[in-house]
Structures are given as structure tokens and as C-alpha cells.
């Protein structure tokens, strides 16, 4: 299903969410308007346990189509902020894990979609990635400024956007940029084998570490534990933790089912 610049289809518990503006899948508000009723369609997937987010062979994204700016009242560009912001913070608050598969370019907002996603494996030698828009005067405006320091350090981070560097997979994965990177071919199902494997698990429980870890990082240490043993006495309470104890007695592999 999905609408008219991003697809989402399924495959069993995985749902991938392709992004379709060729050739360089920069987004213009339509866009944005697309991905965010995407998000919410995979958000009511009951089957759905693991998302994917794919661009195109060379670019997963290219950031904003700066057209949309020429001219355009400030307003207009308020708005196209907000509704970008409140796409990635749905995208990143998922339920779900989701996993950016990085084939080709993610440069300024591209790189700032990826960045809401839980993990981004990248294809070497394919694409760069960066946060270019001070070569333009222009500030990350779709969570950047945010999410790459605390992903991978404040001066590094800083010192990417001042400069509008950009880096290839393997000095992603150095920085801490991406969490994986394969050769070309294998990215998809590479991908597709690690969602799997995720899949297969307590996607519950995943699902209440991902909020420990987002939210509590956001908060003091006491409220972070706090909030640690509210998910911790949700998943005790689960069938699928039920399961994991009876198979661990049992000595033999639980069978998870997501609850």
C-alpha cells in the first residue's frame, strides 16, 4: 500500500518502507505528508515486527528539494519543518525497531531520516553521507543538530556540519554513523537477515528496550531507571517472557509471538 512517494509492503512480520521521488528521492512536503501516513500505516500492522527504510540504488535520500524554497514565504518553510519533525519523531518512537538499509547517498535531510531510524547498514563503496547544508546557509532542520551528536559525540558531530563533510561506509561505521556495512549485493538481504532474526524474537520486549534507551537518555538518572522499571515489570508480565523462562527450564528454544 502506502501512497504516492513512499511504498510500504510486507513480507511476513517485516514492512518496508521505500521511498519513491526518483532520481534522488529529495523530499518535498508531499513527501514528508507520505512518509508520516506510512509510519502510521506500519504503526497498526499487528504482523508487522521489524521495519525497513530504502531509498534507490544511488540515493536513499538527497535531503530536501531546495526548489520548495525559492521564493517561499517563512511561514511556508515553518510548516515544512514541523511536519518534517513530527514524521521523524513518529519514525523514531515506532514500536517497532527499524532499520535504515543505505544503498546509495544520504546527504542533509536524507542523512537526518536515517538518523531517526534505531540502525543503518550501508552498502560500501555506494553512497556518502553527510550533513551538508551550511554549504548553503542553511541549518539541518530535520532533527541533524539533535540526533548526530548524540549518536557519535559533540565535536565530531559539529565539526561534520560546519564543514558540510562527508563521509563513505567504512568511515561511517568508524564514526559510529552506521552500525553495519556490507558490499552492494548483499546489503538487502543482509538486512532482511538480521530483521529476521529480530523478528523472531520478544518484539515486545525489543520494543521496551528501544524506549529505555531513547527516552531515558533524555532524562536524569533517576527518572532512567525509573522509567527502566516500569518497561522491565511490562515485559516480566508477557507471554513471551512466560514462554522464554518455560523454554529456559526446558532447555530448549522459546517461541516468541510478539506479546
Do not use: W
Not at 14 to 23: E, M, S
Amino acid at each position: 500500500m502506502g501512497t504516492e512517494f513512499v511504498t510500504v509492503t510486507a513480507d511476513g512480520p517485516l514492512a518496508f518502507l521505500q521511498l519513491n521521488r526518483p532520481p534522488a528521492n529529495a523530499y518535498n512536503l508531499e513527501l514528508l505528508k507520505d512518509l508520516d501516513a506510512a509510519i502510521e500505516e506500519v504503526r497498526h500492522r499487528a504482523e508487522t515486527r521489524v521495519v525497513i527504510v530504502r531509498g534507490n540504488e544511488r540515493f536513499f535520500s538527497a535531503g530536501a528539494d531546495i526548489t520548495t524554497f525559492t521564493g517561499a514565504p517563512p511561514e511556508a518553510i515553518a510548516t515544512f519543518a514541523l511536519v518534517g519533525h513530527q514524521a521523524l519523531d513518529k519514525l523514531g518512537r515506532l514500536p517497532q525497531i527499524v532499520i535504515a538499509a543505505i544503498e546509495g547517498h544520504a546527504m542533509g535531510g536524507g542523512l537526518e531520516m536515517a538518523l531517526a531510524c534505531d540502525l543503518r547498514f550501508m552498502a560500501r563503496g555506494k553512497g556518502r553521507l553527510g550533513l551538508v547544508e551550511a554549504k548553503i546557509a542553511a541549518v539541518p532542520n530535520m532533527g541533524g543538530t539533535q540526533r548526530m551528536p548524540r549518536l557519535i559525540g559533540k565535536a565530531r558531530a559539529l565539526s561534520m556540519m560546519l564543514t558540510g563533510e562527508t563521509v563513505d561506509a567504512d568511515q561511517a561505521l568508524q564514526l559510529g554513523l552506521v552500525d553495519r556495512v556490507y558490499e552492494a549485493a548483499e546489503l538487502l538481504p543482509k538486512t532482511i537477515e538480521y530483521a529476521g532474526a529480530l523478528a523472531r524474537g520478544a518484539t515486545l520486549t525489543l520494543g521496551l528496550i528501544k524506549q529505555c534507551v531513547n527516552e531515558g537518555l533524555e532524562m536524569p538518572l533517576a527518572a532512567g531507571l525509573a522509567l527502566e522499571r516500569a518497561c522491565g515489570g511490562i515485559a516480566f508480565r508477557s507471554e513471551d517472557f512466560q514462554e522464554g523462562a518455560r523454554g529456559f527450564v526446558e532447555k530448549r528454544a522459546p517461541k516468541f509471538q510478539g506479546r
